[in-house]
Each structure stands twice: as C-alpha cells, then as structure tokens.
C-alpha cells in the first residue's frame, strides 16, 4: 500500500498564499498519479489538480487554474499543491490521493488518500 501524510494548511486571509505538501511512503510512489481534491461542509469533494506519474501531464479544475500549481519530486516522495490569490471559497478540507491511472480526474479513481488538512481563507 502507499500511505499518504499531509501538512501544510491553515487560516490565510484572502490574496495570500499557502503550499501543501502530501508524503507517500512506499517503492510504488513514482507510478501514481496524484491529485489534489477539497471537501466543503455540506459539498461533494471536488478535484481541484492532478498530476501524471512523471510530473509532465497536469489537470486542474476551472476554480484553480492560474492560481494553483500541483507539483511532485518523486526522489523526496512528495506531492505540492501551491496555492495563490486565494479565495474564500477555497476555504476547504484539502486531500491528496494517488491513482494507478495516468491522470485520473473522478475521485473514484483514485485508490489511496490522505488525511486531509484544513485550509481556511478570510475575507
């Protein structure tokens, strides 16, 4: 199995900027694709971006592109999601998964996940 650790997250006043980080342990992790996924209270959890194994292929929701940037470094086993120009509506709990598809988009998809960190943005 991969486990997935996240950190990052936190109270950011609207504008500012905040970066995710999401740890897997396991040999396998260069063959995931991983995404990024938020959950409001009381919402579906949404995909906010997703990366390919390799890092070369991206997807991010209408919501996050131009402001959030997904990253991986495989040789540390971790996953970014940098987020700028933040919004209260990105107000969220925030996931990373990892899937055996090449860029899954459904959270379906995706096979392992992490805890989720809260990331909350003021007006």
């Known amino acids: 199995q991969v486990q997935l650790v996240q950190s990052g997250g936190g109270l950011v006043q609207a504008g500012g900027s905040l970066r995710l980080s999401c740890a897997a342990s396991g040999r396998t992790f260069r063959n995931y694709a991983m995404g990024w996924f938020r959950q409001a209270p009381e919402k579906e959890r949404e995909v906010v971006a997703a990366i390919s194994w390799s890092g070369v292929s991206t997807y991010y929701a209408d919501s996050a592109k131009g402001r959030f940037i997904i990253s991986r470094d495989n040789a540390k086993n971790t996953v970014y999601l940098q987020m700028n120009s933040l919004k209260p509506e990105d107000t969220a709990v925030y996931y990373c998964?990892?899937?055996?598809?090449?860029?899954?988009?459904?959270?379906?998809?995706?096979?392992?996940w992490g805890q989720g960190t809260q990331v909350t943005v003021s007006s």
């Open positions: 998964a990892g899937a055996r598809s090449y860029l899954p988009i459904p959270k379906e998809e995706y096979d392992y």
